[in-house]
């Protein structure tokens, strides 16, 4: 100390009284709690994975519909069509990468995949389902506290233009993702592990059988999904074989993501949440009561309401990209009156592995099938 030249003194003196005012702040921040020196709590950020016809509309909504919830649905279609003769094996380190740059609010991720000039938010796949979309500060006309029906923001906020998406993105506790084109969970351990990301799965199954026949009904609109699912098979397959050999992908991919998880350390294993469709509908509201706790979202009364309203009242239509909940009890039920036994038979010879794990009791008979007195739901 002695030794510094003169001139250095005052510049000395100033730096110690700076090292004494930094120790009182972090002293007084760490007594005071302040948000500004500890930890703030990160956005959650969840993805809900499922397939195609399993009720992720319906569990996609519990979230959208939810005031603090910046939503989106299936953003990576944007990049399967636009390689739509791609496979989804090439196509799953971009779906990756889509999936984090939108978890941390960065929507320029989209420019590879959509036209160039101007766009608006109703560029966005399926944006109306996000009513973060269609209130404050993306669109001023509802408010964020309100159920919006997706008719209604269609109408009033599609002129809105692309940027305030980032904008309502960032406003948010909680980045909510449905996506369908997943079909490993190795690919997302990077994710699960990413220090930027505060990441949660929820893992939507349903019925194999209920969802072959709900694809029955929707062959047409899913059809480039399914070729890029199939990759090189689809032209080899004969016409009648293909929703088999998609189911047998979509099964085979369930059971992975399962074992995958069990084999993951406690620590990332309590990110994964595992959810039958059935047991969501047979108790809709004590069911999403777990998984808004699960992810700290509070069931506001509102939501309480419209839960117990789209699962018993009137539906909302029949078109692929519904919610489609009317007496959705019933409807998880149909194909055990309207699959002939051969197609249920030969269906669970592909997916027997994965029904059996996830609780779905295979009916051996034809009568066994239309015997609605036998549940086939194990616990
Ligand atoms: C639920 O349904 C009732 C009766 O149809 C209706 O008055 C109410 O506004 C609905 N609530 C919600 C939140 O959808
Ligand atoms: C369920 O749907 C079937 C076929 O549409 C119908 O016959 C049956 O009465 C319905 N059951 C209930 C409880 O609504
Ligand atoms: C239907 O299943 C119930 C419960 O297992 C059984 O008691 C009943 O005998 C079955 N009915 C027919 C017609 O198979």
Same mark, same amino acid.
């Given at each position: 100390m002695m030794i510094l030249p003169k001139k250095m003194k005052p510049l000395l003196f100033l730096i110690s009284q700076m090292a004494i005012f930094a120790l009182f702040l972090h002293l007084y921040g760490h007594n005071s709690n302040s948000p500004s020196t500890t930890e703030e709590p990160k956005p959650m950020h969840v993805l809900v994975l499922s397939s195609w016809r399993s009720g992720s509309s319906f569990v996609g909504q519990l979230f959208g519909q939810h005031p603090d919830v910046f939503y989106l649905m299936e953003p990576a279609w944007h990049i399967w069509m636009t390689f739509t003769h791609s496979t989804a094996w090439r196509l799953q380190m971009a779906v990756r990468d889509l999936i984090r740059a939108i978890f941390l609010c960065?929507?320029?991720?989209?420019d590879a995949y959509m036209k160039p000039g101007p766009r608006r938010q @109703? @560029?966005?796949?399926?944006?109306?389902?996000?009513r973060a979309l269609c @209130?404050?500060?993306?669109?001023?006309?509802?408010? /964020?506290?309100m159920i919006i029906p997706r008719a209604h923001c269609k109408l009033l906020c599609?002129?809105?233009?692309?940027e305030v998406v980032e904008k309502a993105c960032r406003s948010y506790s909680h980045v909510v993702l449905k996506e369908? /084109?997943?079909?490993?969970?190795q690919m997302l351990y990077p994710l699960l592990r990413d220090p930027s990301l505060n990441l949660r799965i929820v893992h939507l199954v349903r019925d194999p059988r209920a969802v072959f026949r709900s694809r029955e009904h929707t062959t047409e609109e899913l059809m480039i999904d399914s070729r890029i699912v199939l990759g090189q098979h689809w032209e080899k397959l004969k016409k009648e074989d293909q929703p088999y050999y998609m189911m047998q992908v979509i099964c085979q991919s369930q059971l992975e993501i399962y074992k995958a998880v069990q084999s993951l350390p406690k620590a990332l294993r309590e990110r994964y949440m595992l959810i039958r469709y059935e047991d969501l509908v047979r108790n809709p509201i004590a069911r999403t009561a777990q998984i808004y706790e699960y992810v700290r979202l509070k069931f506001l009364p509102h939501l309480q309401t419209w839960v117990y309203n789209i699962t018993r009242g009137e539906g909302m239509g029949n078109?692929?990209?519904?919610?489609?909940?009317?007496?959705a009890l019933n409807v998880s039920q149909a194909w055990r009156w309207t699959l002939p036994y051969k197609k249920v038979s030969r269906l669970q010879k592909v997916c027997s592995d994965t029904m059996t794990l996830l609780g779905y009791q295979l009916v051996r008979s034809e009568q066994e099938q239309r015997n609605l007195s036998l549940d086939l739901l194990s616990t």
């Open positions: 960065d929507m320029s991720v989209f @109703s @560029s966005l796949f399926q944006w109306e389902n996000s @209130s404050p500060p993306a669109c001023n006309i509802f408010s /964020r506290d599609s002129q809105q233009p692309f369908v /084109r997943f079909f490993n969970l078109h692929a990209f519904h919610t489609n909940a009317r007496n």
